[in-house]
């Protein structure tokens, strides 16, 4: 399972079964967490905008096969937020956690806005509608919550590891899901600093 299109095809397929059968019996005013959006913005904000896009894409296209709206919304919605996430990510410089919060919060506001604005486009002005407030604040705020634990879990596991002289970016190339071998990891090769 070296490959990364592997690992997202399990966390979406597993997003899948949580989404629907865990997340749908906890409802805030009719409304649940979404972690299709939250993979997304996970991924644009770890990988950059094109990766947000793709498995925004990606886990919006699953989402559709699931849902009686028109086909592709979702997927719309998710490519939005990851494109979102991965741009803002990359915009700021930031040391603050709250504002990965925010981060999160904005893409998962853009990818909702999109998915009822496309929707009303498409012939369902219901889903353009006051509840859409309600939404934008529910999907936001455990969007935020869910991409703020996952970030606090990766900063943790960082700090806990010895660096051996390694500069901080060093030891998060050394655990990031790509080779070490890859032409364009030969330049992050072990160096111990006597």
């Given at each position: 399972m070296d490959h990364p299109a592997l690992r997202y095809l399990v966390v979406?397929?597993?997003a899948a079964f949580l989404q629907y059968t865990v997340l749908t019996q906890f409802r805030i005013a009719g409304v649940s967490a979404d972690l299709f959006l939250v993979i997304a913005i996970a991924a644009g904000m770890i990988g950059g905008a094109e990766r947000g896009a793709i498995v925004g894409f990606a886990s919006g296209?699953?989402?559709?096969?699931?849902?009686?709206?028109?086909?592709?919304?979702?997927?719309?919605?998710?490519?939005?937020?990851?494109?979102?996430?991965?741009?803002?990510?990359?915009?700021t410089?930031?040391?603050?956690?709250?504002l990965t919060m925010v981060i999160a919060f904005v893409a998962s506001t853009?990818?909702?806005?999109?998915?009822?604005?496309?929707?009303?486009?498409?012939?369902?002005?219901?889903?353009?509608?006051?509840?859409v407030v309600t939404i934008l604040g529910i999907v936001g705020v455990t969007s935020a919550a869910l991409v703020f634990q996952h970030f606090g879990r990766a900063d943790g596991l960082i700090r806990k590891i010895p660096s051996f002289g390694l500069q901080p970016a060093e030891v998060f190339d050394l655990l990031n899901c790509g080779r070490r071998d890859s032409p364009a990891r030969a330049s992050h090769r072990l160096r111990v600093n006597p």
């Open positions: 979406i397929g597993t296209l699953c989402l559709d096969l699931m849902v009686t709206t028109p086909f592709g919304l979702c997927a719309i919605s998710g490519l939005v937020a990851g494109v979102v996430a991965g741009l803002l990510e990359d915009a410089v930031h040391s603050a956690r709250w853009a990818g909702i806005l999109s998915f009822a604005i496309a929707g009303t486009l498409l012939g369902r002005p219901d889903l353009l509608s006051g509840h």
